[in-house]
Nanobody
Framework: QVHLVESGGGLVQPGGSLTLSCAAS????????MAWFRRAPGKEREFVSV??????RYSDSVKGRFTISRDNAKNTVSLRMNSLKPEDTAIYYC????????????????WGQGTQVTVHS
């Protein structure tokens, strides 16, 4: 059974940084594209970033501020978030998809429970 467990969320001031981590189990991690999505209060879920073995993608809203990385030896994917803004406040979800990258949440079969990120002064 596949499990994705996020960690690292919290409260941070505007301009601050956080690193989210997602630990995966029950899958051949290197074969999966791993992504981060987020859902802000009152808004639809949106794509943040995705990584495969050779490709990374970012949404325009986080490009240049967030960095996604993965460690296939540890079955983890991380999201380093710099220059955080109040509009980054959301629940952040880790997701897994067998094969190549996608920016559509509909194409990801496995999801974590999410971790809350709040950017507020």
């Amino acid at each position: 059974q596949v499990h994705l467990v996020e960690s690292g969320g919290g409260l941070v001031q505007p301009g601050g940084s956080l690193t989210l981590s997602c630990a995966a189990s029950g899958l051949t991690f290197s074969m999966y594209a791993m992504a981060w999505f987020r859902r802000a209060p009152g808004k639809e879920r949106e794509f943040v970033s995705v990584i495969s073995s050779s490709i990374t993608r970012y949404s325009d809203s986080v490009k240049g501020r967030f960095t996604i990385s993965r460690d296939n030896a540890k079955n983890t994917v991380s999201l380093r978030m710099n220059s955080l803004k109040p509009e980054d406040t959301a629940i952040y979800y880790c997701a897994a998809r067998w094969g190549d990258v996608s920016t559509s949440g509909l194409e990801f079969a496995y999801w974590g429970q999410g971790t809350q990120v709040t950017v507020h002064s």
